[in-house]
Each structure stands twice: as structure tokens, then as C-alpha cells.
């Protein structure tokens, strides 16, 4: 810590224990917009860090505590992953309580995911205003309430309504955790950090099938939500205990207001100097999403490739258990099993991904090779009827290239947009949201029409044409392309 006024600093030092306080230029004394302070030069402080080495900054708490934060905050997109797939199996029992046909039940599933796009684009903003841990304790506590909601449901109206609103609290997870673990982890661990805390909740949208369909087959599928709004809850109690808050402007604004109380002193933050006040904080962060998707070329690429990612996905995750079911005979808890093809797949990616997640281009060739491979072999070897472990070993290679496609796009955005992470994932969430919702709803006409072969070949095909010359793109023109957006404010 240093300072001109050896005074100034004793008064301080018991109040003093996490950014340090730096005199600021004599120019900056008087704040904008308030001329009524007026102060000393060496009576107005600027809190920071206390250097590189501060040990209250977030890079430097110690390692259990921040493993602790990312697997609670991972556990919790674990909860929201498999919120969004788990109905899955329990279809067919749910359209037969509320006598709605298959297309009609189909909603059940896919509105959880359209909201995906919405919520991220709300509570970002409010993250970067009010913190991350209030954001995701609150929208934690709106999603179970709405989720167990939902397990009483005994209309469609009611089904979907609380399927929405409760998908906006479990949006949190994106609007959080990225930004938590950007908080946390310095570079040169984000990606082994990454890798561990992503690899938990994508296994969501496997092991959730796997788990309704038992559910469903042993005591109903209405407690396929109340036994995920019972998890939820117990991490919510573990969070009270060990989520901090890890944003650092929100760190620094709290320790000036308590030198201003110890003290008397107008100690004040960078950000304090340039606020506007609330109503201005919020609407240029509530805008700021909408307007990196607008403005940054480079968002729109990946957006779109995740977008394509995601539709696939859904594809596959909505019509695997149906496949089971009519095709194979098989009962809704055998079908749930199938998904621990994809759980293998996920598991190989997560092991080899995460050893290279610091570079993210190169990890996504890989990715754009298995995908259409393995939606090619599921495909062909479904439709042909063949045993069952073939079709398995499709979707698992299907899995592993997915998992690799999507972490490393989703790394890329982070490096890209450190400064305002949580905007740009909630931007990149937009669109790949609006395709998990819209691909499954045609997902069974597809089939139907043209069968498993032929329909695979397509989203093969297509994938090829869109997903291919991802890597060479941003390899190549990536640079330019983030050079070519718009500065943010």
C-alpha cells in the first residue's frame, strides 16, 4: 500500500484488509456530476488492489476456496443441464395424463431452452451491477419455486408457464458461472479450471434422461422435478456458506465504503468516478449483451456455430429415448440408459479437452470431425435396426465431438471478452438457445419422413458446410474480425 499521508494510513489500518488505498491524480479530486464534495487532494483516497500479490483479490485466495466456489457454481449448471433434458423419457407418460398429442409435448421439453435466451441477457447485467452471489442465490431460490411448481402441473398452460419461469432462474448458471470462474482463475489455469467445471453439468443432459426415466418408470414423472428442486435447494444451503462474491469492482466499492465509515475520509473507487448513478449502470448493462451481438463481428461467427452445436444437440437429446421406445421396444427406464453413451463420449472430451482448453481454435478441429462422423454411424446404424450397443457407440462419438466443438467456443469468448465476459456468454447464449428450443420441435417430422439415415445425413451435411470452416476462420481472420467491432462502454 502506498501513500503520501502516514496519517491517513493509520487511520485506515483497521478497516484496511482488502484493496489498498492510492492516492489519486489531484485532477481527480473533485467528482463529476457532484460538485458539492469538495475536499483536500490528500484527504481523497482511490482504493485498489494492493499490487499483483494482494491476497484478498481472487486470483491469489487459496486453492480449496476456489475449487469449492467452481464445483458449487457447476453443480448448480449440472442442476440447470439436466432440468432441460430430463423430461425426455417422460414424454409419452406426460402426454398420456394431460391428453396431448406428441408434437404438443414436445413444448414441454423446448421452452425450457428458449428461455435460456432471455434470461442470461437480464441477469448478466444485474450480476455486474448487484455481484454474482446475490444474482445466482435469488434466481437459484425463483427456479426451484417454479420447478416444483411444475411437478403439481395438471394443465399444459400451467406446464409451460412454470417451465418458463423457472428456466429464467436457472439461467443463472449461465449468467454466473463463466464470469465466477474468469474471477477466480488466472489464465494460465482457466483452462484446467474450465474444463473441470464445465465437464460436471454437461453430463446434465445425459445423466438427466437416464435419471427420468427411472423416476418414471418407479414413482411418476412429476418427481423428476421435485427431486431436482430438492438438490437445488441443498446447494443453495452449501452456497450460503461458501459462495462469495467474486467480482471485483463490487470487492473494491465495498472495502471504500467501509474506509468512508472507519475513517471519515472520501475514499472512492475508479468506478465511483465514472459512475451516473443506478439507473444509468443498469440500462447501459442491460443493453450491453444486445449490443455486443449487434456490434462484434467475431460474437456473431461463434454465436452461430454454437447456435448450429446446440440445435444438434437437442436433436439428438429429444428424439433418442423415442428411438428406444417405438423402434426397439424398450421401456422408458431402458431407454434412459442409452444416454451413458453420451456420458462415455462427454467424459473422453472433458479428459483430452481439458489437457489443451488454452487453445481453443486448434481444439476445435477435432470436434468438427466427430461430429458429423458420429451422427453419420448413429444414423445409419439405427435406421438398419442393428443391436444396440452400435447405435451407442455412434452418439458417443457424436458426444465427444460435441463437448470439444462447444468448450472450446465457449473458451474462445472468454479470452476474447474478458472485460465484459458475462455480456458476451449471455450473447452467445442467445442464439444458441433459439436453436435448442426450434430443432426439436421438427425433430420428429424429420424422422418420421425420412427415418433416421437420411435425416442424420442431413444434419451431417449441413454441419459440414456451417461447421467446418469454424476453425479456419477464426484462425485465420479471427483477429480481424474482433478488431473490426465496435469499442463498449
Same mark, same amino acid.
Given at each position: 500500500?502506498?501513500?503520501?499521508?502516514?496519517?491517513?494510513?493509520?487511520?485506515?489500518?483497521?478497516?484496511?484488509?482488502?484493496?489498498?488505498?492510492?492516492?489519486?491524480?489531484?485532477?481527480?479530486?473533485?467528482?463529476?456530476?457532484?460538485?458539492?464534495?469538495?475536499?483536500?487532494?490528500?484527504?481523497?483516497?482511490?482504493?485498489?488492489?494492493?499490487?499483483?500479490?494482494?491476497?484478498?483479490?481472487?486470483?491469489?485466495?487459496?486453492?480449496?476456496?476456489?475449487?469449492?466456489?467452481?464445483?458449487?457454481?457447476?453443480?448448480?449448471?449440472?442442476? $440447470? %443441464?439436466?432440468?432441460?433434458?430430463?423430461?425426455?423419457?417422460?414424454?409419452?407418460?406426460?402426454?398420456?395424463?394431460?391428453? @396431448?398429442?406428441?408434437?404438443?409435448?414436445?413444448?414441454?421439453?423446448?421452452?425450457? *431452452?428458449?428461455?435460456?435466451?432471455?434470461?442470461?441477457?437480464? +441477469?448478466?447485467?444485474?450480476? !455486474?451491477?448487484?455481484?454474482?452471489?446475490?444474482?445466482?442465490?435469488?434466481?437459484?431460490?425463483?427456479?426451484?419455486?417454479?420447478? @416444483?411448481?411444475?411437478?403439481?402441473?395438471?394443465?399444459?398452460?400451467?406446464?409451460?408457464?412454470? &417451465?418458463?419461469?423457472?428456466?429464467?432462474?436457472?439461467?443463472?448458471?449461465?449468467?454466473? $458461472?463463466?464470469?465466477? %470462474?474468469?474471477?477466480?482463475?488466472?489464465?494460465?489455469?482457466?483452462?484446467?479450471?474450465?474444463?473441470?467445471?464445465?465437464?460436471?453439468?454437461?453430463?446434465?443432459?445425459?445423466?438427466?434422461?437416464?435419471? =427420468?426415466?427411472?423416476?418414471?418408470?418407479? *414413482?411418476?414423472?412429476?418427481?423428476?422435478?421435485?427431486?431436482?428442486?430438492?438438490?437445488?435447494?441443498? +446447494?443453495?444451503?452449501?452456497?450460503?456458506?461458501? %459462495?462469495?462474491?467474486?467480482?471485483?469492482?463490487?470487492?473494491?466499492?465495498?472495502?471504500?465504503?467501509?474506509?468512508?465509515?472507519?475513517?471519515?475520509?472520501?475514499?472512492?473507487?475508479?468506478?465511483?468516478?465514472?459512475? !451516473?448513478?443506478?439507473?444509468?449502470?443498469?440500462?447501459?448493462?442491460?443493453? &450491453?449483451?444486445?449490443? +455486443?451481438?449487434?456490434?462484434?463481428?467475431?460474437?456473431?461467427?461463434?454465436?452461430?456455430?454454437? /447456435?448450429?452445436?446446440?440445435?444438434?444437440?437437442?436433436?439428438?437429446?429429444?428424439?433418442?429415448?423415442?428411438?428406444? *421406445?417405438?423402434? #426397439?421396444?424398450?421401456?422408458?427406464?431402458?431407454?434412459?440408459?442409452?444416454?451413458?453413451?453420451?456420458?462415455?463420449?462427454?467424459?473422453?472430451?472433458?479428459?483430452?479437452?481439458? !489437457?489443451?482448453?488454452?487453445?481453443?481454435?486448434?481444439?476445435?478441429?477435432?470436434?468438427?470431425?466427430?461430429?458429423?462422423?458420429?451422427?453419420?454411424? #448413429?444414423?445409419?446404424?439405427?435406421?438398419?435396426?442393428?443391436?444396440?450397443?452400435?447405435?451407442? *457407440?455412434?452418439? =458417443?462419438?457424436? =458426444?465427444?465431438?460435441?463437448?470439444?466443438?462447444?468448450?472450446?467456443?465457449?473458451?474462445?469468448?472468454?479470452?476474447?471478452?474478458?472485460?465484459?465476459?458475462?455480456?458476451?456468454?449471455?450473447?452467445?447464449?442467445?442464439?444458441?438457445?433459439?436453436? =435448442?428450443?426450434?430443432?426439436?420441435?421438427?425433430?420428429?417430422?424429420?424422422?418420421?419422413? +425420412?427415418?433416421?439415415?437420411?435425416?442424420?445425413?442431413? %444434419?451431417?451435411?449441413?454441419?459440414?458446410?456451417?461447421?467446418?470452416? /469454424?476453425?479456419?476462420?477464426?484462425?485465420?481472420?479471427?483477429?480481424?474480425?474482433?478488431?473490426?467491432?465496435?469499442?463498449?462502454?
Amino acid at each position: 500500500m502506498s501513500s503520501q499521508d502516514e496519517k491517513n494510513e493509520k487511520e485506515a489500518a483497521d478497516v484496511l484488509a482488502a484493496p489498498s488505498a492510492v492516492l489519486p491524480p489531484i485532477s481527480d479530486v473533485k467528482q463529476e456530476g457532484n460538485p458539492a464534495v469538495e475536499v483536500e487532494a490528500a484527504d481523497s483516497l482511490l482504493v485498489t488492489w494492493d499490487g499483483d500479490a494482494d491476497p484478498h483479490h481472487p486470483f491469489n485466495w487459496p486453492r480449496r476456496r476456489k475449487w469449492a466456489i467452481t464445483i458449487l457454481l457447476s453443480n448448480g449448471w449440472l442442476v $440447470t %443441464l439436466m432440468s432441460g433434458a430430463m423430461l425426455a423419457p417422460s414424454l409419452h407418460a406426460i402426454a398420456r395424463d394431460f391428453g @396431448t398429442a406428441e408434437a404438443e409435448t414436445q413444448i414441454f421439453l423446448s421452452i425450457f *431452452i428458449l428461455a435460456f435466451a432471455f434470461g442470461p441477457m437480464v +441477469l448478466s447485467p444485474f450480476a !455486474k451491477v448487484f455481484g454474482r452471489r446475490p444474482v445466482w442465490m435469488l434466481s437459484s431460490c425463483f427456479y426451484i419455486l417454479w420447478n @416444483t411448481v411444475a411437478g403439481f402441473s395438471r394443465t399444459p398452460g400451467l406446464m409451460i408457464a412454470s &417451465r418458463v419461469l423457472s428456466c429464467i432462474g436457472a439461467s443463472a448458471e449461465f449468467a454466473v $458461472t463463466q464470469p465466477v %470462474l474468469s474471477d477466480c482463475w488466472i489464465p494460465d489455469e482457466r483452462g484446467k479450471s474450465y474444463a473441470i467445471a464445465t465437464f460436471i453439468p454437461l453430463l446434465g443432459p445425459a445423466i438427466g434422461p437416464i435419471i =427420468g426415466g427411472a423416476v418414471t418408470q418407479s *414413482i411418476g414423472w412429476r418427481w423428476t422435478f421435485w427431486i431436482l428442486s430438492i438438490y437445488d435447494a441443498t +446447494l443453495v444451503i452449501i452456497g450460503i456458506f461458501i %459462495l462469495s462474491e467474486t467480482y471485483e469492482p463490487i470487492l473494491v466499492s465495498r472495502q471504500a465504503s467501509k474506509l468512508r465509515k472507519g475513517t471519515g475520509k472520501p475514499y472512492f473507487t475508479d468506478a465511483d468516478r465514472e459512475s !451516473k448513478g443506478l439507473a444509468v449502470k443498469l440500462s447501459r448493462s442491460l443493453t &450491453r449483451p444486445l449490443r +455486443l451481438l449487434l456490434t462484434q463481428p467475431i460474437l456473431q461467427v461463434v454465436a452461430i456455430f454454437l /447456435a448450429y452445436n446446440v440445435g444438434m444437440l437437442y436433436i439428438v437429446l429429444s428424439t433418442f429415448a423415442t428411438l428406444w *421406445i417405438q423402434r #426397439y421396444a424398450q421401456t422408458e427406464s431402458q431407454s434412459g440408459f442409452h444416454y451413458i453413451a453420451l456420458v462415455i463420449g462427454y467424459t473422453i472430451a472433458a479428459q483430452v479437452g481439458g !489437457k489443451v482448453m488454452d487453445l481453443p481454435v486448434p481444439l476445435m478441429v477435432p470436434g468438427a470431425v466427430l461430429i458429423p462422423l458420429g451422427l453419420l454411424y #448413429y444414423g445409419w446404424t439405427a435406421e438398419r435396426h442393428t443391436h444396440w450397443i452400435v447405435p451407442d *457407440i455412434g452418439i =458417443g462419438i457424436f =458426444g465427444c465431438g460435441i463437448i470439444l466443438n462447444t468448450q472450446a467456443m465457449q473458451a474462445y469468448v472468454i479470452e476474447a471478452f474478458r472485460k465484459y465476459v458475462a455480456s458476451a456468454s449471455a450473447a452467445a447464449q442467445f442464439l444458441r438457445s433459439i436453436a =435448442g428450443f426450434a430443432f426439436p420441435i421438427f425433430a420428429p417430422i424429420m424422422y418420421r419422413t +425420412l427415418g433416421y439415415g437420411w435425416g442424420n445425413s442431413i %444434419l451431417a451435411l449441413t454441419f459440414v458446410v456451417i461447421g467446418w470452416p /469454424a476453425p479456419f476462420l477464426l484462425w485465420r481472420y479471427g483477429g480481424r474480425l474482433r478488431a473490426m467491432g465496435k469499442p463498449q462502454w
